[in-house]
C-alpha cells in the first residue's frame, strides 16, 4: 500500500456508506453492529456484534465491509464479533428511526422504557401500546404476527389506510 | 482426539467421571438449541397458517444462531480442532447433551408449542441466571439468548392460553400435549457433576432451584388455559444429559447430518 492508511474517521465513514441489506435505509454503524474499528499499517480490525443470535445477514453485512474498505486500498480486513454488551436497537440513532419510518418500517421503541425487570413478565404483562403507522401516522393498529420476514422485524396492520406494515421490534 | 473421532473428553454412555465438565457443560446449553431449532425448522412450509409458518422459522434460526456460537465456544473449550460445524454434523447420537425434551417429534401444532412453552419458561430462567456467570464468555452469549428466548415466550405462552382456553379439538389436543410431554420435564431440573465441576470457572447456576419458579409460571398458564397439569407422581424420562437419548434423535440426526457427512467439507 504506497498511500497513507486511512485514518480511524475515514474508516468509520466508509463503513457508514455501507447499508443493511435488510433495510438499505440505515448503515451497518447506525444499525449499531460496527462497535469499534482498529487500524494497523495494511490492516483494519473491525469489531462487530450481532442483531439477533441467527440473522443470516450478518455474513452479508461483513462481505460489504470488506469490499467498501479493499476498494479504497485497504489490503487486509479483519473481525472479531463481540457478544457483550447485547446488541440492543436503542442504538440506532433519532435521523436512521425516521429514514426507517420514510421507508415504511416503524421504528424501535425505547427498550430502557419498556424491558420488565423480570423475563417471565411477559406472560402478564398487558399488550404494548400500538405500534404507529409509519404511513399515516394513525394509532388504529394491531399486530399480525410477531415474527416478521427477517429476525428483527413484526408484522402489523394498519386499520386507517388499509395497509399492512412492518416494524423494527424493540430489544 | 482418537482416529475414531470419539473425543477423550466425553463420557459418553457410562457414568464415569467427566474429563473437561466445561466443554460437557457447554455442550449440554448448544444441544438445546441445535436439537429444538432444528425440530422447528422441519415446519418450515408446512406451518397451520403463513404467519405461524414464520414464526416457527424465525425461532429455529435463533436457537441454531444460539447453537452456533455456543459450540464455537465448546470447541475451543475442547481444543480438538473442532469447530461448530464439527461439532453440529459429525457427533452421533450418544455424543449429544441435549435434554429429552427437545428431540421429541413434532406430532401437531399442539404439540410443537407446548414442547416450546414448557422449554421457554425453563429457559429465561435457566438463561437469565446464567448470564450472571463468572465465564465472561458464556455470560454474554446467556445475555443475548434470553432476550430471543423472552420472545418466544410470549409466543408460546398466548398460543398455550389460546389452544388451552380455545375450542375443545385444541383443548383436547393441549391436554394430550402436556400429558405426553410432562415425563420430560424434570430432566432439566437436574445438578449433576458436571454442574458442580464448572463451578471453578465461575458457573454456579443451581438448576434445582428453578424448578419451583418454572412451576408457579407453567402451573399459572395452565390454570388460565384451564389445562390441568400432570401428576409428578408418574416415571420420569432422563438421560440425554449423559448421551442416552430417545429413539427420536438418531433420526433425527440423520436427517440434520446427512448433506454435511456426504460431502465433508463442502461449501457453496
Known amino acids: 500500500m504506497t498511500t497513507a492508511p486511512l485514518t480511524r474517521e475515514e474508516v468509520l465513514h466508509i463503513l457508514d456508506q455501507v447499508k443493511d441489506p435488510e433495510i438499505p435505509v440505515i448503515s451497518v454503524v447506525e444499525l449499531g453492529v460496527v462497535r469499534d474499528v482498529a487500524i494497523g499499517p495494511d490492516r483494519v480490525k473491525i469489531t462487530i456484534t450481532p442483531t439477533y443470535s441467527g440473522c443470516p445477514a450478518i455474513q452479508m453485512m461483513q462481505d460489504d465491509m470488506r469490499a467498501a474498505l479493499v476498494a479504497r486500498g485497504v489490503e487486509q480486513v479483519e473481525f472479531e464479533v463481540v457478544y457483550a454488551p447485547a446488541w440492543t436497537s436503542d442504538w440506532i440513532p433519532a435521523d436512521a428511526r425516521e429514514r426507517m419510518r420514510g421507508s415504511g418500517i416503524a421504528p424501535p421503541g425505547s427498550v430502557r422504557e419498556g424491558r420488565a425487570a423480570e423475563p417471565l413478565a411477559v406472560l402478564t404483562r398487558r399488550p404494548a401500546a400500538p405500534v404507529a403507522c409509519p404511513y399515516c401516522g394513525s394509532d388504529e393498529t394491531e399486530v399480525r404476527s410477531p415474527f416478521g420476514s427477517t429476525a428483527c422485524k413484526a408484522l402489523h396492520f394498519c386499520n386507517a389506510c388499509r395497509q399492512p406494515f412492518e416494524e423494527f421490534k424493540a430489544t | ?268
Open chain 2, 1 to 268: 482426539m482418537s482416529a475414531a473421532g470419539a473425543s477423550p473428553a466425553v463420557a459418553g454412555t457410562r457414568d464415569v467421571p467427566v474429563a473437561n465438565p466445561l466443554f460437557e457443560y457447554l455442550l449440554r446449553v448448544a444441544d438445546d438449541r441445535l436439537v429444538l431449532g432444528h425440530r422447528l425448522s422441519e415446519w418450515c412450509g408446512h406451518g397451520p397458517i403463513l404467519e405461524e409458518d414464520i414464526a416457527l422459522a424465525n425461532i429455529a434460526l435463533d436457537h441454531v444462531g444460539q447453537a452456533a456460537a455456543l459450540l464455537e465456544l465448546a470447541g475451543r473449550v475442547e481444543g480438538a480442532g473442532r469447530d461448530a460445524d464439527a461439532l453440529a454434523y459429525l457427533r452421533d447420537e450418544r455424543d449429544f447433551r441435549n435434554a429429552l425434551l427437545v428431540e421429541q417429534p413434532n406430532g401437531d401444532f399442539g404439540m410443537t408449542m407446548t414442547r416450546q412453552f414448557l422449554f421457554d419458561a425453563y429457559s429465561v430462567l435457566y438463561l437469565g441466571e446464567l448470564a450472571g456467570c463468572g465465564h465472561a464468555e458464556l455470560a454474554a452469549l446467556a445475555a443475548k439468548a434470553v432476550k430471543e428466548d423472552t420472545y418466544h415466550l410470549r409466543h408460546s405462552g398466548e398460543w398455550m392460553l389460546r389452544l388451552g382456553d380455545g375450542t375443545e379439538e385444541s383443548h383436547a389436543r393441549a391436554q394430550a400435549a402436556l400429558d405426553v410431554l410432562w415425563r420430560f420435564t424434570s430432566e432439566l431440573f437436574e445438578f449433576d457433576d458436571v454442574d458442580e465441576g464448572v463451578g471453578v470457572h465461575g458457573i454456579h447456576v443451581d438448576r434445582k432451584a428453578l424448578r419451583p419458579r418454572w412451576m408457579e409460571v407453567v402451573g399459572d398458564i395452565a390454570k388460565r388455559a384451564t389445562l390441568s397439569l400432570p401428576s409428578d407422581d408418574q416415571p420420569m424420562a432422563t438421560g440425554g444429559r449423559r448421551g442416552r437419548h430417545t429413539e427420536h434423535l438418531g433420526h433425527m440426526l440423520s436427517d440434520m447430518q446427512i448433506v454435511a457427512r456426504s460431502h465433508p467439507g463442502a461449501s457453496w
